[in-house]
């Protein structure tokens, strides 16, 4: 039996954990369990709840507004009993969170392999995004296995010198749909269900990062605020992220337009199931950014670069920047121009074919 320990502790990463974690426990060959660093709360809870999954240990580190440092310091720290008690074999940790890299660090102070599933994204810009970049550049130079989501992703690695034990598998997120996605979904959320909003066209919003906060995301929602006014039949949706610091820019811009519906976070299941409902996105969000193209639905990004290539390449993703001006004048072009729109909402998908968990849980059957 291989002893797997699959640590994760914020919203995205859960989920494109949970379908793998649901793989591997079906597995003979391994044993799986489960550490939430618990970096997030109230969000990652609605995941686990969303995969019907149950942690085995919780470090409950979330603190309101916490700093970067201080998930540092208590993630080392108390991992490393945990650690020392599980002896696992591996440790999986995913992407480019603090969680991720603390997590992959704190496993190799304990001289445990570690296996990186989303690896190899990169901007090559250490401050953007901020600080996930680093994150995943430094869990990429700890890991042993190296899970990459595109061949791009693979080159980005083999660049680093990081040649051995590198598989293309496809993203994991592309697998959560299996969970998550329905025909003749009804939302559990409780204003989504009684919304009038069917037959409108809806702009799905979404933004948080930390190097967009402040005067960035004041930028934000300043653009939307324009496109609000100007297209009373349009229906914006932003589920706004737990941060206070968000939830503060957030709610005083939009919070007192008709056709702008500030919502809390959503469970992922009604999350997927609206951006299938929706006419076009705006985001900083990684995620999203790899979800929308599945769906069809033209991406705009909220950012001055994306590690997410491909559905840019692709036609479905722009990269708009954060100043007011351009997001307007981009949002209008979509809003305006069916053409235009229309070669933006073919479906792609480069991040795979749904079966990134299987191959994952192949290779790691296979090692000794
Ligand atoms: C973290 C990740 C980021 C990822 C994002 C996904 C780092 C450094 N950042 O950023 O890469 O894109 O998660 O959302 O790892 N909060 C709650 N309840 C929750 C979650 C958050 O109240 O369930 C509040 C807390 O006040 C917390 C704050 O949000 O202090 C910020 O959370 P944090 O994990 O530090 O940063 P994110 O911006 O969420
Ligand atoms: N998501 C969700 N509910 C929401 C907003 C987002 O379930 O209210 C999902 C989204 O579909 C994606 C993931 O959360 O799967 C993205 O997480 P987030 O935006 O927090 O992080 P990022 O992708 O920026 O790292």
Redesign the pocket.
């Known amino acids: 039996m291989t002893k797997v320990l699959v640590i994760f502790g914020?919203?995205?990463e859960a989920?494109?954990m949970c379908p793998l974690v649901l793989e591997l426990k079906k597995r003979s060959k391994i044993e799986c369990s489960v550490c939430l660093t618990g970096q997030h709360k109230e969000?990652l809870r609605?995941?686990m709840d969303a995969f019907d999954i149950q942690e085995d240990y919780n470090l409950y580190i979330m603190k309101e507004k916490q700093s970067l440092t201080a998930i540092t310091i208590q993630i080392l720290d108390k991992l490393e009993f945990i650690l020392r008690k599980i002896k696992p074999d591996i440790v999986l940790v995913h992407?480019?969170?603090s969680t991720s890299y603390v997590a992959a660090l704190a496993a190799f102070y304990q001289q445990i392999p570690v296996g990186h599933v989303e690896a190899g994204l990169r901007t090559n810009n250490k401050y953007s995004p901020f600080p996930?970049e680093l994150n995943r550049q430094m869990t990429g130079r700890i890991a042993e296995y190296h899970f990459a989501p595109t061949p791009s992703n693979k080159i980005n690695l083999k660049n680093e010198n990081i040649t051995n034990n590198v598989f293309v598998t496809g993203n994991t997120?592309i697998d959560?749909f299996k969970t998550t996605v329905t025909n003749n979904y009804i939302f559990n959320n409780a204003i989504l269900k009684k919304y009038q909003w069917r037959g409108k066209r809806i702009i799905l919003v979404?933004a948080?990062?930390r190097e967009n906060i402040g005067k960035p995301l004041e930028n934000i929602c300043n653009a939307i605020v324009r496109i609000a006014k100007e297209y009373p039949d349009i229906l914006v949706i932003y589920?706004v992220?737990l941060n206070p610091i968000v939830r503060e820019t957030v709610y005083k811009v939009l919070g007192n337009l008709q056709n702008i519906l500030l919502?809390?976070?959503?469970?992922?299941l009604?999350?997927?199931n609206l951006?299938a409902h929706s006419y076009l996105i705006l985001?900083?969000?990684?995620?999203?950014?790899e979800?929308a193209p599945a769906f069809g639905k033209p991406v705009l990004v909220l950012r001055t670069e994306t590690e997410r290539p491909e559905a840019v390449e692709a036609g479905t993703v722009k990269v708009v920047g954060v100043s007011s001006q351009d997001i307007y004048r981009e949002t209008r072009v979509l809003l305006e121009d069916i053409n235009i729109y229309q070669k933006m909402a073919r479906a792609v998908n480069p991040y795979g074919d749904g079966h990134a968990s299987e191959r994952i849980a192949d290779i790691l059957e296979n090692i000794s």
Do not use: C, F
Not at 283 to 289: A, C, F, P
């Open positions: 914020t919203r995205p989920v494109k969000m609605q995941v992407g480019d969170t996930e997120v959560a979404t948080h990062r589920p992220h919502l809390d976070p959503l469970s992922v009604d999350m997927h951006i985001t900083d969000s990684g995620g999203l950014q979800e």
